[in-house]
């Protein structure tokens, strides 16, 4: 089955300054890769995904990028604010209404 | 729209007690899942339910864990007998008929004494 890695698990950054979390995945097949944002006592949610073909996606301040013969993506925050901090989860799955396999979680604290 | 909506928020129980939790998801969402945070790791999927069927429980535990969505709408997860191990947040989810975009609701969480 689908294997994903997450690194690093925790990540510090000056108010301002950009963040990149990095995961790779083990199924050549899979073609979607979304990632989670999840706040202390809320479930995660949905803030960015990509497929497969395209190489990079960018909304506002996060952008994501994919590199399928590596098999590996990024999350990418600029200009981090206090309120980015949180756990991310990136996540990786063969097609829709397949399963998501996530990886372990990245604990991103933006200090003002 | 209304969000997932999941009960109890918190749960307390002695080990080998039994324990059920209730999901209603997003209204016309085909698709329901239920996933295991254990404190510190990622969610992992325990069974994925379409309309009233099962996926995928390749994942559950199936000598103590059951789940069923027996009208295709909300969803009850049980443990029976519970273990120290299960204690965990419980996670619904869910998303309409052949998409991955999931919506989580805020999860139930389990302690095993």
């Known amino acids: 089955g689908e294997n994903v890695e997450q690194h690093p698990s925790t990540l510090s950054v000056q108010e301002g300054d950009s963040a990149v979390i990095k995961c790779t995945y083990s199924?050549?097949?899979?073609?979607?890769f979304p990632w989670y944002k999840q706040e202390l006592g809320k479930g995660p949610q949905l803030i960015i995904d990509i497929r497969s073909n395209v190489g990079e996606k960018k909304d506002q301040r996060i952008a994501v990028t994919l590199n399928k013969t590596a098999k590996h993506f990024s999350l990418h925050i600029t200009e981090t604010q206090p309120e980015d901090s949180a756990v991310y989860f990136c996540a990786a799955s063969r097609s829709a209404g397949n399963m998501l396999t996530f990886g372990g979680g990245t604990r991103l604290m933006v200090k003002p | 729209e209304a969000g997932v909506a999941q009960s109890p928020r918190y749960k307390i129980i002695e080990k080998r007690q039994s324990v059920a939790f209730w999901c209603n998801p997003i209204s016309g969402h085909a698709t329901l899942y239920w996933y295991q945070q254990i404190l510190g790791q990622g969610p992992k999927l325990l069974i994925q339910?379409?309309?009233?069927?099962?996926?995928?429980d390749s994942q559950l535990p199936k000598d103590r864990f059951s789940a069923e969505r027996l009208k295709g709408v909300d969803s009850t997860l049980k443990i029976q007998p519970a273990k120290l191990e299960d204690s965990a947040v419980y996670l619904c989810a869910s998303s309409p008929s052949g998409a991955n975009v999931l919506t989580f609701g805020a999860g139930s969480r389990l302690t095993v004494l």
């Open positions: 199924d050549s097949a899979s073609n979607y």
């Open positions: 339910f379409q309309n009233n069927g099962v996926v995928d």
